[in-house]
């Protein structure tokens, strides 16, 4: 019974998320109430498959926010109430746009999972006596239904149970108690050290060299960090600047950037606290970038282009924005990047994840908040 093994696989999935992700845990809602359950079905005016019952027998959703739990595909457990009113929601679009094709969305469709920031979300047919009654399928905004996600709400959670316990190897991970799931990383063609310096009259992209350590910061670089970005606006500068020192220093052995000896000598001396000189576009370490530039026009590598500029940026830019976007490219090479930029940043206590007011009262000269002070100051009056 595919009932059965909804039971089996939420037992397998809360007990992954109780050690390893428990503020993802506690997120999952106690169960739904039978007669909940049969309202909601005589609202909706459909048999509910067995498994999507026998699921908000266990958990009635997940709470909102940035801790919910998520399956896979980003969509976020709806329970009875969530399950009432995005599938109402998409019944009034689907009459509005071309009267319940089964492409778009069928009256019989229930959707039970939702992506939140679109109505892009996971759904169950729930049309009885067909060979698909039971099935779980996605709904996208631009292109409508697609069955074929699992023939059950059984199977579906079981791969999602499995995924949990195969760990790194299907890109989960967790940070702070909470489980993040992260694209599977294409291994990094090598960087070779045996590449002569381009000349300086040679035709080569040019590299940004406006960076100044004194420019501002906009929050919105924070914000996306959530409890991480928090600690960067309040840890004092000079974590910083040694935190965006380790993070360029990981990029370039990540990306293979620090085989270069220019790229090597300048992170070497950036170490010892020599501040780097006002670069021009023939300096040797400018030049090297500049050719690395190429080198990734060439072969297409957008990520090697972003570290080169963000090696500029973080050499001669502000370490707030460095060791932020530093991160951000990092993110497209290491599942790890969260865990090392704490540890760069000292492992100090993590803070709760940060929220407008948070941002509105934030006094940092090296960061611009003006947007937030002001919403929080008009909040406020």
Request: aromatic residues 8%; glycine residues 8%.
């Amino acid at each position: 019974m595919t009932a059965d093994l909804v039971q089996a696989s939420w037992t397998r999935i809360d007990a992954w998320l109780r050690e390893h992700a428990p503020r993802t845990f506690a997120t999952l809602r106690p169960p739904a109430g039978d007669a909940e359950i049969a309202a909601a079905q005589e609202r909706l005016g459909v048999t509910l498959p067995p498994d999507l019952v026998a699921s908000l027998l266990r958990h009635n959703g997940a709470l909102e926010g940035p801790e919910a739990f998520r399956f896979d595909s980003g969509d976020r457990l709806l329970g009875v109430s969530g399950i009432l009113g995005d599938t109402g929601f998409m019944r009034g679009i689907d009459q509005g746009i071309d009267g319940g094709t089964e492409g778009y969305w069928l009256h019989d469709y229930v959707k039970f999972g939702s992506y939140d920031v679109t109505s892009d979300g996971l759904l169950v047919d729930c049309r009885t006596g067909r060979d698909s009654f039971g099935a779980v399928g996605r709904f996208f905004d631009e292109t409508g239904t697609s069955l074929g996600e699992a023939d059950s709400l059984g199977e579906y959670l079981a791969e999602e149970a499995d995924q949990l316990e195969r760990g790194q190897d299907t890109g989960i991970v967790t940070f702070n108690g909470r489980l993040f799931r992260e694209a599977p990383l294409p291994a990094r063609p090598k960087c070779s050290a045996d590449e002569p310096l381009p000349a300086p009259d040679e035709q080569l992209p040019e590299l940004d060299l406006s960076h100044s350590p004194t420019d501002l910061l906009h929050v919105s670089h924070l914000d996306g960090h959530e409890e991480l970005g928090a600690l960067i606006a309040t840890l004092p500068y000079e974590r910083v600047v040694e935190a965006a020192q380790k993070q360029l220093c990981r990029l370039a052995v990540e990306t293979g950037l620090n085989h270069y000896p220019e790229v090597e000598a300048a992170l070497n001396a950036w170490e010892r606290g020599e501040a780097p000189p006002r670069p021009n576009q023939t300096d040797p370490l400018a030049l090297r970038l500049r050719a690395v530039l190429a080198q990734a026009d060439t072969s297409r590598d957008r990520t090697l282009r972003w570290a080169a500029d963000k090696m500029a940026l973080g050499i001669w830019g502000s370490p707030y924005r460095s060791v932020c976007e530093s991160a951000e490219i990092r993110s497209h090479l290491t599942v790890d990047w969260r865990a090392d930029l704490h540890a760069d940043l000292g492992n100090p206590p993590m803070p709760p994840i940060p929220d407008d007011r948070f941002w509105g009262a934030l006094s940092n000269p090296a960061i611009d908040s003006s947007w937030y002070a002001a919403q929080y100051a008009q909040d406020r009056s």
